[in-house]
């Protein structure tokens, strides 16, 4: 609760050993706070060819400086990928992209690798059906098969299903009111 912007890594291969030597070793614990001109409390962590990191008000990303070696405490960089922060709930990894909702619960976004920006982007999803979302998010899950749906429980008990198929260009929502 004291650092909400800190992430503790063991050292590689031993889940509990987050111990340092002298001189560092490329297997050494890492211990990183984020580096942001104000506190964004980390909300989640995602896997991707980074790791994924949501805050309250950022998207961010950390991987090795150079990759031509491995990712460790000599070798590492953090980079801000986006200024959309986070609502505290794990987003649901359909291939991959990872899917997360906006700070305050009311939009789905993307957070992707673009090769078009050589960087991460994240784009909102729900810009066409943002009023399906005005109660908020509460929890929401990724079902995979048959449809591709992301199903969402609203704050007054509605159920949003998102249809979401990147390669075909697919992003459909369907409200669902339960008794």
Not at 13 to 36: E, K, R, W, Y
Not at 156 to 179: K, M, P, S
Request: glycine share 10%; aromatic share 10%.
């Amino acid at each position: 609760d004291t650092q909400p912007q800190t992430l503790w890594m063991s050292r590689a291969g031993v889940l509990d050993n987050f111990a340092t030597t002298s001189p560092m070793q490329d297997d050494d614990a890492l211990t990183l706070t984020i580096l942001a001109g104000e506190v964004n409390a980390i909300a989640w962590l995602a896997e991707g060819s980074d790791l994924l990191i949501g805050t309250n008000g950022a998207m961010r990303t950390i991987g090795p400086a150079d990759a031509g070696k491995n990712f460790g405490p000599q070798n590492f960089i953090q980079r801000r990928q986006s200024t959309f922060g986070s609502l505290d709930l794990q987003p649901v990894q359909v291939a991959e992209v990872a899917i997360y909702p906006g700070y305050y619960g009311q939009t789905l976004r993307e957070f992707m690798f673009s090769f078009q920006t050589n960087g991460y982007i994240s784009p909102e999803l729900t810009i066409l059906s943002e009023h399906m979302f005005r109660f908020g998010i509460r929890s929401f899950t990724y079902a995979q098969d048959r449809d591709s749906i992301i199903w969402c429980a609203l704050g007054n008990g509605e159920l949003v299903g998102v249809t979401y198929d990147r390669d075909q260009q697919i992003v459909a929502c369907q409200r669902h009111r339960i008794g």
